[in-house]
C-alpha cells in the first residue's frame, strides 16, 4: 500500500443526498421484493408489539390486577409473552431480513461495478490508479451493504416507532399526552441541532485523521532517509503535532456528545415529572385508570431512544450516501462493452473464417495532445505471413499492438482486417481471435490449469501457483503465458518482447512451438533481441512512429543501417556472455 | 470405600491444577492487558473522576422507579396528594444529577481513552522511527499503518468505551438487584429465575461470532484479491475478452461472501432480542406470579407487602437490567479485540534496530568539530540481506584515503549497493570489518557516522513538502537556518539541478506531490544529490544515481563535486564508464568481489579484462544511440 493508497481510503465520508442516488438505491432494493417485503412486513410487526407491550401490561393492572380477577390475569399474560415472544422474533427477523436485502443489494452492485470495470476502455486504467478502484469494489460496496442492512432500518423503524408512539400518547389521553409532547418538539430541535454539529466535527476529525495518515505512511516509506540525514527527532516531533491536531478534534467530538446526552436526560425528566405531577393528581381523581398511568410513562420513557438512535445512524447513512455517490459516478463512465441487464457478459465468440490480411493505412496515433507515437504510419501484413517488428523503447512498437487489440483507436488514418475496417468489428471477437502474448506476464492465482484452461475450457489439475504466479520462473511464465494463447487457438498471432525472459533453449523451444501453431496464419514478432525475428519474411525497424527500414533479414544486412549496427552490437554483447553493464 | 480414597486423593490434586489454571490465567490476563493498564494508571485521577460520575448516574437510576412507586401509592393508596409536587421535584432532581454525572463520565473517560490513544500511537510511531532497514525490508508499510491507526485505537476504545461498558455493568448489577431486594426479595428472585441462562449465552455467542466473522473476513480478502488482480490485469482480460469468464468468477466469489455474511448475521441479529427475551421472561413472571400475589392479598391489608406501586416499580427494575446483561458481551468484545491488537502492537514494538549504539561506543568527535578526514578500510568484509542466505559480498577488501575518488563499476547484483550501504550503516556489519578513519564503525555512534557520511541512493525519495524544505533536510540543526536558502541554492547549483527548480512554477516554494507537478527521475535524482550536498559530508556516496541524467548533465554534476569547496572522499556507484573514467580509483565487482581495480587506463590495458568488455560494449552502444540520432535529425 502505498501513500496515495491510505490516503484514498480516507477521503472523506460523510456527503451529501442526492435525490437522484437516492431513487436508484431504492430500485436497488426493489429488485429484491420478497426479503424487502418480508423486512418490511416484520417492522411493521415489531413496532406494534412493542408498543403494545406496555398497553397490554397496564391494561393487565386495571383489567385484572386491580378488578382482581384471576383468570383474566392468567389470560392476559399468556397474551403479554405471546406478544414479547413476537416482537422478540419479529425484531430477529427482521434484522435478518434487511441484512439479507443488503447483501443482495450489495451483491447486484458490487457485480454491476466489476462488471462496469471490465468493460471500460484501457484508457481509463491509465488515468485511475487501480488502487482507487479497488476501494470503489470493497470500502464503499462494505459502506453501501452496512447502509442497507443497518442505516435503512434503524432510521426506518425508529421513524415509524416515534410516530407510533407520539399517536398511541394522543390517543390514550389527549391532556396527558399534550402535556408530555410539549417536550417533543424542543427534543427533536436539538437532536438535529446536535446532529449537525457532528456532523461538522466529525468531517474535520476525518481530515485530520487522513492527514495523520498521509504523514506516517509517507515518513514510513522514506524511514531511509530520515535516518541517513539524522533526521528521526524532527519528524517525529511533527508527528507529534499532527496527532496532537487529531486529538483535539476528537476530543471536540466527545464535547458535543457530551453535551447532547445530558440535555436528552434534562428534556426526558421534564417530560416525566410533569406526567407524575398531572397523571397522579388524576389517578387519584378518578379520571385516568393507574395502569395507563403505568403506559404513559413507559412511553414517555420509550420516546428519546429512537430519536437518539437516529441521531446515530445518521452517520453510517450519511458515509453510504457518500459512496453511492462515488460508486454511481464510476457506473457512469463510458464503456467499450455494451452488457446486459445487471452487467451481464456473454463469452465471446472468435471471427470466423479470418484471414489475417492486416493494413494500417496513414495511421496517426497520440496518447495525449500531439505526442504523436505513430506519425502517418503505414503497413501491409498479408494474410499468413510473419512480420518482425524491432526498434528502441518508445518507437511505437506496442502501440502498434494496442492499436491493432483496439484498446485505443487511431486519430486519424485506418486499420484494415480482410478488406473491412477493425472499428466495424465487435471488440471481443476480435480480440478472441488475437493471441498475445507479453513480456511482463500476468498470471492469475490458482492452478497451472486455472490459467490455460479458465481461458480454454479444457480440463487439466495443475499445482497452485501462488499469488500471481510467485512461484514460476520468469521461463515457467512465458511458456504457461504461450500455453495459455494457444489454448483459445487465435487466427492471428502477436509475441509482444515474449521471449525476452527466456533462456535461449526455452526460446528456441517457443519459437519452435510458435511455428506449428502460426502454420498459414498471421504472426506479429515484437522484439529486442534479432536472433527472435530473424526467420520473419518481413522486418521493420521502428523508430519514433515511423518505418525506417523494411526488407528481410539478408536485405537490411546488407542496406547497412540501423538494423545492421544493432545486429552487430547485439552478436558483441553475445560473445562476451551476459554482462549486463 | 475406595471412591472415598479417591476423592481424598484427587482433591488436593484438583484443588492444585485449579490454583494452577487461575494462576496461568491471572498471568495471561496481566501480560494480555498490560497496555490498558498502564494507560489505565497513567490517567487513574481522570478515571477515577469519570467513574465517580459513572457511579453517580447509576445511583440515580435506582430512585426513579422507587419514586414511580411512591407516586402510584399516593394515587391508589390514597396517601396524601401534597407530596406528589416534591415527587415530581425529586425526580427533576434525579434527572439534573445525571445529566451532570453523564457529562463528566463522558468528558473523564472517554478522554482517558482518547489520550491513551494519542500516547500509543505516539510510542509505536516513535518506534517505527527507530527501526532500520532491515525491518522495513519485512514489513509492508501498509501493515504498519493498520497498525498505527486501527490496532491502537482498538486499544482506545477498550480503555475509553470498553472500560465504561464494563464499569456501567458492575455498578447495576451491585445496585439494582439491592433495591430490587430491599422492595420485595421474593419478586427479586421471581425476575432473576431466567438470569443463569445469561452468561452462557454470552459465550456461546461470542464464540460463533468470532468463527462467522473470521471466515467473512477471509471472503472479504479473497474477493478484494480478486478484484485488485482483475484490475492490475485488466488487459490481459480484454486481450483475451475473458470479461465474462471474470465477471462469473467475481459473481461466485461475491455470493459466497454474502452467503457467510448472511450466517455471521444470523448469530449476531439473533444474540440482542434473545438477551431481551430473558429478561422480558422475568416480567412475564412478575405478572403472573406477582399479579396474582396482588389479587390474593386481603383488601384492607395495611401496609402490605407488596403493592402496585412496588409491582410497577419492579417491572422497570427488569427492563433495566436488559442493558447490563448485554453490556457484558460488549465489554467481552471491546477487551478481546483490544487484546488481540495489542499482541499485534507488541510484536512490532519487540523489534530492536540490528544498528544501535553500543556501549563501549566511544565518542568519536567533540560537538561542533566538523569533519573526519574520511578515509575508509573494508576488511575480509561479506554481507547477506538479513533473512537471506545468499552471500552479495565475499571477502571483500579495499582501502579507500581520505578525499580519494573512487567508483564501483558492475553488472546488476554484483554487490555494489550492498557494499555502499554499509558506510552509513544502512545494514549493520557482521562479517568482516569496516573502518571509517581507523574506526570500527560499529564503534562510531549512529548519528555522527551518518552525518560524516552522505549516502544518496539509487531508488529517490523526496518528501511531498516545498523543494526547499527538501533540499534542507540535509541541514544539520546546529547550523544556521539565516544562511539556509544560500546553502541550498549552491547544492542545487553543484547538482545542476538549480535551472530546472527555477523553471517551475514557483520555483523553491513548489511543493512536490501535488497534481500537476512532475518532476522527471533525473531532476528527482539531482535534487537528491542536492541534499546530500548540503550536508557537507566527509564521504559523499553515489549509488548508481546518475542513471537517469544524460551524460551532458552527468558531466556537469561531475564537474560540479569535483570543484565544491572542501571536497573529501567521494565513493559512487556506476553503470556507465563515463561516470567512472576520471575516478581516481576504478574497482570492478562481480558477484560480490573485486575483480580488477586501477585507474581506467591501467584496467584498459588488460585487453581480456571485464572492464575492457564494458568499455567496448558501450562504445558500440554509443555509435548506435549516435547514427539514431543522426538519422532523426536527416528526417
Redesign the interface.
Known amino acids: 500500500m502505498t501513500a496515495e493508497n491510505i490516503m484514498e481510503q480516507e477521503e472523506g465520508e460523510i456527503g451529501a443526498i442526492r435525490s437522484n442516488h437516492l431513487r436508484k438505491l431504492i430500485g436497488c432494493m426493489l429488485c429484491h421484493p420478497a426479503p424487502l417485503a418480508i423486512g418490511l412486513v416484520l417492522m411493521v410487526a415489531t413496532t406494534a408489539a412493542a408498543l403494545l407491550e406496555p398497553r397490554l401490561f397496564g391494561f393487565a393492572i386495571d383489567e385484572a390486577i386491580v378488578p382482581r380477577d384471576w383468570s383474566k390475569l392468567r389470560s392476559l399474560s399468556a397474551i403479554y409473552f405471546g406478544v414479547i415472544l413476537i416482537r422478540v422474533v419479529s425484531v430477529i427477523g427482521q434484522t435478518y431480513y434487511f441484512e439479507k436485502l443488503g447483501q443482495r443489494v450489495a451483491q447486484d452492485l458490487r457485480c454491476r461495478l466489476f462488471s462496469h470495470l471490465q468493460r471500460l476502455p484501457v484508457s481509463a486504467f491509465d488515468r485511475n490508479p487501480a488502487g482507487r478502484l479497488m476501494t470503489r469494489v470493497t470500502n464503499d460496496i462494505s459502506s453501501l451493504s452496512e447502509m442497507f442492512s443497518a442505516g435503512f432500518v434503524a432510521l426506518a423503524g425508529n421513524a415509524l416507532l416515534l410516530v407510533g408512539i407520539l399517536v398511541w400518547l394522543l390517543v390514550l389521553d389527549l391532556r396527558l399526552g399534550l402535556i408530555a409532547g410539549t417536550v417533543f418538539p424542543v427534543m427533536a430541535i436539538l437532536t438535529v441541532y446536535f446532529s449537525a454539529r457532528l456532523k461538522v466535527a466529525y468531517r474535520e476529525a476525518r481530515t485530520r485523521l487522513s492527514a495523520l495518515n498521509a504523514f506516517l505512511a509517507e515518513n514510513l516509506l522514506g524511514m531511509k532517509i530520515i535516518h541517513l540525514f539524522n533526521r528521526q527527532s524532527a519528524q517525529l516531533g511533527r508527528f507529534n503535532e499532527v496527532n496532537e491536531r487529531f486529538t483535539d478534534s476528537q476530543f471536540a467530538t466527545v464535547r458535543i456528545f457530551a453535551l447532547f446526552h445530558p440535555v436528552i436526560t434534562i428534556c426526558s425528566g421534564i417530560a416525566v415529572s410533569l406526567v407524575i405531577w398531572y397523571g397522579v393528581g388524576s389517578v387519584h381523581d378518578a379520571s385516568l385508570a393507574p395502569g395507563v398511568l403505568v403506559a404513559f410513562l413507559a412511553y414517555v420513557l420509550a420516546l428519546f431512544q429512537p430519536l437518539r438512535e437516529m441521531a446515530d445512524k445518521w452517520n453510517i447513512f450519511l458515509s453510504g450516501m457518500a459512496s453511492a455517490e462515488r460508486v454511481f459516478s464510476i457506473l457512469e463512465w463510458p464503456v467499450e462493452l455494451p452488457a446486459g441487464e445487471g452487467g451481464e457478459l456473454a463469452p465471446a465468440v472468435p471471427i470466423a473464417s479470418l484471414r489475417g490480411h492486416i493494413i494500417f493505412e496513414n495511421v496517426w496515433f497520440a496518447y495525449e495532445g500531439d505526442h504523436w507515437i505513430l506519425k502517418d504510419f503505414s503497413l501491409e501484413i498479408s494474410p499468413g505471413s510473419q512480420v518482425g517488428v524491432v526498434g528502441h523503447t518508445g518507437a511505437g512498437k506496442t502501440t502498434l499492438i494496442s492499436l491493432l487489440m483496439r484498446f485505443y483507436e487511431p486519430q486519424r488514418g485506418r486499420i484494415l482486417l480482410d478488406g473491412k475496417d477493425l472499428r466495424d468489428y465487435d471488440k471481443r471477437a476480435l480480440r478472441a481471435s488475437i493471441g498475445i502474448v507479453q513480456q511482463d506476464v500476468f498470471l492469475f492465482s490458482g492452478s497451472r490449469a486455472d490459467n490455460v484452461d479458465f481461458w480454454a475450457g479444457t480440463g487439466k489439475s495443475g499445482a497452485e501457483l501462488g499469488e500471481r504466479g510467485g512461484s514460476l520462473s520468469a521461463g515457467e511464465r512465458q511458456v504457461l503465458a504461450f500455453e495459455r494463447a494457444r489454448a483459445a487457438n487465435p487466427s492471428i498471432w502477436i509475441l509482444d518482447e515474449a521471449t525476452a525472459n527466456v533462456d535461449s533453449g526455452t526460446e528456441a523451444r517457443l519459437q519452435q512451438e510458435l511455428e506449428s501453431s502460426s502454420q498459414g496464419r498471421t504472426a506479429v514478432l515484437i522484439a529486442h533481441r534479432l536472433a527472435t525475428v530473424r526467420n520473419a519474411s518481413n522486418i521493420i525497424v521502428l523508430h519514433k512512429g515511423q518505418i525506417l527500414e523494411q526488407g528481410s533479414h539478408g536485405q537490411l544486412i546488407d542496406l547497412d543501417g540501423l538494423y545492421a549496427r544493432l545486429y552487430r552490437y547485439q552478436r558483441a554483447r553475445e560473445l562476451h556472455g551476459n554482462q549486463n553493464v | 470405600m475406595s471412591s472415598g480414597v479417591e476423592n481424598l486423593k484427587s482433591k488436593p490434586a484438583n484443588s492444585f491444577a485449579l490454583g494452577r489454571f487461575l494462576r496461568l490465567r491471572w498471568e495471561r490476563f496481566l501480560e494480555e492487558s498490560s497496555f490498558i493498564r498502564h494507560y489505565l494508571w497513567k490517567y487513574r485521577a481522570s478515571v477515577g473522576l469519570g467513574l465517580l460520575a459513572l457511579v453517580l448516574v447509576d445511583l440515580m437510576e435506582v430512585v ?1 422507579p422507587i ?2 412507586k411512591e ?2 401509592d ?3 393508596e ?1 396517601k396524601p ?1 401534597s407530596q ?2 416534591w ?3 425529586v ?2 432532581g ?3 444529577a ?3 454525572g ?2 463528566g463520565w ?2 473523564y473517560l ?2 482517558t481513552g ?2 491513551s ?2 500516547d500509543l ?2 510510542r509505536f ?2 518506534h ?6 532491515s525491518f ?1 525490508d519485512r514489513h ?3 501493515n ?2 493498520s497498525l ?2 486501527s490496532d491502537t485505537d482498538a486499544v482506545r476504545m477498550e480503555i475509553g468505551a470498553g472500560l465504561l461498558v464494563l464499569a456501567d455493568a458492575i455498578f447495576y448489577f451491585a445496585t439494582v438487584p439491592v433495591a430490587m431486594y430491599l422492595l420485595s426479595p421474593q419478586l427479586m428472585l421471581l425476575a432473576f429465575i431466567p438470569l443463569p441462562i445469561i452468561p452462557w449465552l454470552v459465550i456461546r455467542n461470542e464464540r460463533e461470532v468470532h468463527n462467522r466473522s473470521e471466515k467473512v473476513q477471509e471472503a ?1 480478502g479473497q ?3 480478486m ?21 462469473g468468477r ?2 461466485a466469489k ?2 459466497e ?2 452467503g457467510l ?2 450466517r455471521l ?2 448469530v449476531q ?2 444474540f ?3 438477551l ?2 430473558t429478561m ?2 422475568g ?2 413472571l412478575l ?2 406470579v406477582g ?2 400475589q ?2 390474593d392479598q386481603p383488601v384492607d391489608a395495611a401496609g402490605a407487602a407488596v403493592t ?1 406501586g412496588t ?2 416499580a419492579f ?1 422497570r427494575y427488569i427492563q433495566k437490567m436488559v442493558w447490563p446483561m448485554a453490556a457484558i458481551g460488549v465489554a467481552l468484545s471491546f477487551y478481546q479485540r483490544a487484546v488481540s491488537s495489542s499482541k499485534r502492537l507488541k510484536a512490532v514494538l519487540n523489534e530492536s534496530s540490528d544498528v544501535s549504539d553500543r556501549s563501549e561506543v566511544m565518542a568519536v568527535m567533540p560537538k561542533g568539530a566538523w569533519k573526519t578526514p574520511g578515509g575508509v578500510e573494508f576488511r575480509n568484509l561479506g554481507f547477506r540481506f538479513p533473512g537471506n542466505s545468499i552471500e552479495v559480498l565475499k571477502d571483500v577488501s579495499l582501502r579507500i584515503e581520505p578525499g580519494e575518488r573512487v567508483a564501483f ?1 558492475g ?2 547484483g554484483a554487490g555494489k549497493s550492498a557494499l555502499l550501504s554499509l558506510l ?1 550503516r ?1 545494514y549493520a556489519v557482521s562479517d568482516g570489518m569496516l573502518f571509517i578513519d581507523g574506526i570500527d564503525v560499529n564503534r562510531w555512534p549512529v ?1 555522527e557516522l ?2 560524516q ?1 552522505g ?1 544518496v ?1 539509487q531508488d529517490v ?1 523526496l ?2 513538502e516545498t523543494v526547499s524544505e527538501n533540499v534542507a ?2 541541514l ?2 546546529w547550523m544556521e537556518r539565516d544562511s539556509e536558502k544560500a546553502v541550498v541554492e549552491k547544492a542545487t547549483q553543484l547538482a545542476a539541478v538549480h535551472d530546472d527548480v527555477v523553471g517551475l512554477i514557483s520555483s523553491y516554494r513548489t511543493r512536490l506531490g501535488e497534481r500537476g507537478i512532475n518532476l522527471s527521475g533525473g531532476q528527482k535524482q539531482r535534487l537528491s544529490i542536492a ?1 546530500a550536498l548540503v ?1 557537507q559530508p566527509s564521504i559523499l556516496v553515489l549509488d548508481d544515481v546518475l542513471s537517469s541524467v544524460d551524460v551532458q548533465t552527468e558531466e556537469k554534476i561531475l564537474q560540479g563535486l569535483r570543484s565544491r569547496p572542501g571536497r573529501n572522499t567521494e565513493i559512487v556507484a556506476a ?1 556507465r564508464i563515463s561516470t567512472v573514467r576520471d575516478a581516481d580509483r576504478i574497482v570492478v565487482l562481480e558477484n560480490g568481489t573485486i575483480r580488477q581495480q586501477g585507474t581506467h587506463q591501467q584496467l584498459l590495458a588488460d585487453a581480456r579484462g ?1 572492464y575492457r ?2 568499455y ?3 562504445q ?2 554509443e ?2 544511440e549516435h ?2 540520432e543522426a ?2 535529425l536527416q ?1
Do not use: N, W
Open positions: 426513579p419514586l414511580l407516586s402510584l399516593i394515587a391508589i390514597g396528594l406528589l409536587a415527587i415530581a421535584l425526580y427533576l434525579v434527572a439534573l445525571q445529566a451532570v453523564r457529562y463522558r468528558i472517554i478522554r482518547i489520550l490513544g494519542r500511537r505516539a510511531s516513535r517505527l522511527f527507530g527501526l532500520g532497514a522495513y509492508r508499510v501498509g504498519l499503518m498505527a491507526t472479504l474477493l478484494s484479491a478484484a485488485q488482480e482483475a484490475l492490475a490485469g485488466i488487459r490481459v482480460i480484454k486481450g483475451f475478452a475473458k470479461e465474462d469468464v471474470q465477471l467475481f459473481r461475491g455470493e461472501l454474502a455474511s448472511l448475521a444470523r441479529t439473533s440482542g432480542p434473545t431481551d427475551f422480558s421472561l416480567l412475564v405478572l403472573f399479579g396474582k396482588l389479587i402496585l409491582f410497577v417491572q563499476i553488472a546488476i552509513p544502512i548519528e551518518r552525518r557520511v549516502f541512493s525519495f518528501f511531498s533536510f540535509g544539520c540543526e541534499r550536508k553503470h571485464a568488455i564494458f567496448e560494449q558501450q558500440l552502444k555509435d548506435l547514427y539514431a538519422v532523426e528526417t
